[in-house]
């Protein structure tokens, strides 16, 4: 009986011999014993090391073997033995743990050897997916940053380019970005608070100014059966011929522009915000207009993977299909906004909107915006916010222009949080139509007003055009010697900030004997005053004797 227990010892500890006496055999079962409890302790301690890291990491992991009241597992499946199994009494304790010490070592570089390597997120992709331009293989990127593209903003081909000509623009780009920035930090190392263009800015100036003199010259013919030509074969699979539209220097402009774009939506791509091709709206019918959308915009996941989405251009609830969108439209009552309105004149008229009283359509239209604003975040919550919904009327209702977001109690006297125009709107002049009815409301209010920033890039352009003609229609018509900016800001409720920084874009703004001058450029006020006249009698402004408002109170 002791024989068969010795036996059962010496085959889980040693290699099972049975002719050695059963002293040597219990000396050599005790000594493997010791080193493999030693061995497998050092593993055990690694791996719980490792686990306790990983689960550091996520804790969701962790949270969960909190509530499993099992021991954790090895590696192998088994749970870890105490410490009171190491047997600590066998003469070659220490040369057994570094031999257990190497060899754990040893497995653990064995076991990350096996470990699959982790990669990059720009370097993950889906080999499923393919660009749907006809004829391309999905290699290269617009960018000339990336491997592989999936969507038309990223292809090449699409661009009439190929993936190495992307490649060279984007070393060329690279170099031209690095010279800008070296310049700007040299220039604000030595620059003063108000300084003159610099020799080497006026002659880039003049530079860019002759390289776009020819850029409305028009194609020549055999310029326009090229065109044309590629038109045909191509369709709207192809991106336009661009080259002799117009000069190179807004040509290269152009594409650093779409190069910016893809770029921006491949990071949305990592990031997860939006899948290749699959849960971006690409464009939504909006009363009789079909528009191409230019951002994502978080709208529900049933519907953002449709691709494409019914909005109603009254009510804007939005629907999957156009059959939807018949049926709701039969029995829809809205033809104006909700809210009061409160500026009419002609067909144009503004409703105010409370974000508190009508929540559900003011969250549509935010998700609506987001469509075409980059920097837009408010989505959901529009109760601390006015809106002012700008509309067009026809026979068949008020139909949606644009709209200006404002806090009801702002402490910066913000007056714009987030404006918009309509992209079937715009470049009519109903951008400044909403930045001036802005203005107006701060002028009531008695208060000098400011757009909130970031200003999206549309944004920032309409601002600076409007900036520059209420100054320059205020030096046309002041008559006296000596102007001050607190004065113009006062009078048009421009923020002293704006005021200065459009004077110095215009080169109006000099430092002289200790002191700051305003000058009064002819040549830029009688160019303005000659754009007057040609424009004519435009309906395109606001009329204060048409605001029908009183600031509200407690709100």
């Not at 594409?255 to 939006?274: N, V």
Request: glycine share 6%; charged share 30%; proline share 5%.
């Amino acid at each position: 009986m002791p024989r068969r227990r010795q036996r059962h010892m010496a085959g889980s500890g040693s290699d099972g011999t049975e002719d050695s006496d059963s002293s040597a055999e219990r000396e050599q079962t005790n000594s493997s014993e010791s080193d493999g409890n030693i061995t497998k302790r050092q593993r055990l301690t690694r791996a719980s090391t490792r686990l306790s890291q990983s689960s550091q990491d996520t804790p969701d992991l962790k949270r969960t073997a909190d509530h499993d009241e099992s021991p954790p597992l090895t590696p192998t499946g088994n749970a870890p033995s105490s410490e009171s199994e190491l047997d600590i009494s066998s003469p070659n304790a220490s040369h057994d743990e570094s031999q257990a010490k190497d060899q754990t070592n040893r497995d653990s570089d064995k076991d990350l050897s096996h470990r699959p390597k982790r990669r990059r997120c720009h370097e993950t992709y889906n080999f499923n997916m393919k660009c749907p331009t006809p004829g391309c293989n999905s290699l290269g990127h617009l960018t000339g940053k990336h491997e592989r593209h999936f969507a038309v903003s990223g292809c090449p081909l699409y661009h009439n380019l190929s993936a190495d000509e992307c490649k060279v623009k984007a070393i060329s780009r690279e170099k031209q970005e690095e010279e800008v920035k070296a310049q700007e930090e040299s220039n604000s190392r030595h620059a003063t608070r108000h300084q003159t263009p610099t020799s080497k800015q006026s002659k880039y100036k003049e530079q860019v100014a002759e390289m776009r003199k020819g850029r409305n010259a028009g194609l020549q013919k055999e310029q326009k059966e090229k065109h044309m030509e590629h038109r045909q074969t191509h369709g709207n699979t192809r991106e336009p011929l661009l080259e002799n539209i117009t000069s190179d220097y807004d040509l290269e402009l152009f594409r650093k522009a779409q190069a910016r774009a893809s770029e921006d939506l491949e990071k949305l791509r990592i990031q997860g915000q939006i899948t290749e091709g699959s849960n971006m709206i690409k464009t939504i019918l909006f009363g009789r207009y079909e528009l191409d959308t230019w951002y994502h915009s978080p709208y529900p996941e049933e519907y953002a993977r449709l691709g494409r989405l019914y909005v109603c251009e009254f009510c804007l609830k939005y629907m999957k299909s156009q059959t939807i969108l018949r049926r709701h439209m039969a029995k829809c009552v809205w033809k104006h906004p909700p809210g009061d309105e409160v500026y009419r004149k002609g067909a144009i008229s503004v409703f105010e909107v409370d974000g508190k009283k009508n929540k559900i359509y003011c969250q549509n239209l935010c998700l609506l915006a987001k469509l075409f604003l980059d920097h837009k975040t408010l989505y959901y919550d529009v109760e601390p916010f006015l809106f002012y919904v700008m509309t067009e009327a026809d026979n068949t209702g008020c139909h949606l222009v644009g709209y200006f977001s404002k806090e009801k109690n702002s402490f910066l006297n913000y007056n714009v949080s987030c404006i918009l125009t309509m992209p079937q709107y715009m470049r009519q002049g109903f951008g400044k139509m909403l930045i001036d009815f802005s203005y107006l409301l701060s002028k009531v209010e008695e208060k000098v007003g400011s757009p909130e920033r970031p200003l999206s890039d549309l944004g920032l352009i309409s601002y600076r055009s409007y900036w520059k003609e209420v100054l320059l229609r205020y030096m046309y018509n002041f008559q006296g010697k000596e102007i001050s900016i607190k004065e113009i800001s006062q009078e048009t409720a421009v923020n002293p900030v704006d005021i200065v920084s459009t004077l110095q874009s215009l080169q109006m703004l000099k430092y002289w004997k200790g002191k700051h001058l305003v000058l009064k450029r002819q040549d830029l006020i009688d160019e303005w005053k000659a754009k007057e006249i040609k424009r004519g009698n435009s309906n395109k402004t606001i009329d204060p004797t048409s605001l029908k408002w009183t600031p509200p109170k407690g709100t």
